[in-house]
């Protein structure tokens, strides 16, 4: 398994794994998987940024994905990310989530940032939650009942984890180019 940068060539592998996870889990919230050029509009969107989308394949096939995104787009949050992962579902428990989400995180901190955020779908959602243990978040609370998927109420889990020293002194890099106000 190798992990790499996504290219264009990647939306349509990107489109089936998270289209999984949106018919199949509660990982998202969304309802409707996007296609593949929506897939592939979301990771320019990353990359504009500056941030990393990678993908994990083996033999030429990808089998997980993972990115970090602006957490929000206010100019005050310009040092924090979200991280998203997912994972194609004959891959799940091949380490396929830690090896992208590792880089993800390398890639963050090279570029300065202090906080990496997690928002993960369902308080339920062990394998989620125990990745981002396993790589140094900790739990920073939930969210009960923010979402409403197959016919019951879902939480998000906040977990965080610093990176370059988090809060504890002035950050020395740029960060994100955020033009929100």
Known sequence: MRVRSAEPRDAAALAAIYGHHVLHGF????????????????????????LPYLVAEEAGRVLGFAYAGPF???????????DSVYVAPDAVGRGVGKA???????????????????????????ASIGLHRALGFAD??????????????????WMQKPLNGGDSTAPDAGGLALAGH
Do not use: H
């Open 140 to 157: 920073a609370g939930v969210g009960r009942s923010f979402g409403y998927k197959f016919g019951r109420w879902v939480d998000i889990v």
């Open 72 to 82: 929000r787009t206010r100019a005050a949050y310009r040092y924090t990310v979200e």
């Open 100 to 126: 992208v989400l590792v880089e993800v995180l390398s890639a963050c901190e090279q570029m300065g940032l202090r906080q990496v955020v997690a928002v993960i779908g369902d308080s339920q959602n062990a």
């Open 27 to 50: 990982g998202t919230f969304e309802e409707v998987p996007p296609s593949p050029e929506e897939m592939e509009a979301r990771r320019r969107a990353v990359t504009d940024y500056g």
